[in-house]
């Protein structure tokens, strides 16, 4: 019986949507991370059912803001590698299963 209880629990907890950003990894200044998350946090909910333009927007901004050269790959199931510039990286995930994987390469 107790077994049971704790197969359901541990289903319940694998299956928990994340409705916040969580940053899995970044090489990025405070500065400039804390501020990228934001701007991937407003794409994703202004275009929550196209992630294209939510990338579009994300690299054009970040293209203004920090110079040129930067890549957005936002999607659910995808695996990458990737060689960027040293402090321009941020891989994040946000409403549950939906990456974010932001660069700078010159």
């Given at each position: 019986?107790?077994?049971?209880?704790?197969?359901?629990?541990?289903?319940?907890?694998?299956?928990?949507?994340?409705?916040?950003?969580l940053?899995?990894?970044?090489?990025?200044?405070?500065?400039?991370?804390?501020?990228?998350?934001?701007?991937?946090?407003?794409?994703?909910?202004?275009?929550?059912?196209?992630n294209?333009?939510?990338?579009?927007?994300?690299k054009?901004?970040?293209?203004?803001?920090?110079?040129?050269?930067?890549?957005a790959?936002?999607?659910?199931?995808?695996?990458?590698?990737?060689?960027?510039?040293v402090?321009?990286?941020?891989?994040?995930?946000?409403g549950?299963?939906?990456?974010?994987?932001?660069?700078?390469?010159?």
């Amino acid at each position: 019986m107790a077994e049971v209880a704790e197969e359901k629990k541990a289903d319940a907890d694998s299956k928990r949507v994340h409705t916040y950003p969580l940053i899995r990894h970044s090489d990025m200044i405070d500065e400039m991370k804390n501020e990228a998350m934001e701007l991937c946090v407003t794409a994703c909910e202004k275009f929550a059912a196209n992630n294209e333009s939510a990338a579009k927007m994300i690299k054009e901004t970040m293209d203004k803001k920090f110079g040129a050269s930067w890549h957005a790959v936002i999607g659910e199931g995808y695996g990458f590698e990737i060689t960027h510039e040293v402090k321009n990286l941020l891989y994040m995930f946000f409403g549950g299963n939906m990456a974010i994987i932001l660069w700078k390469c010159s």
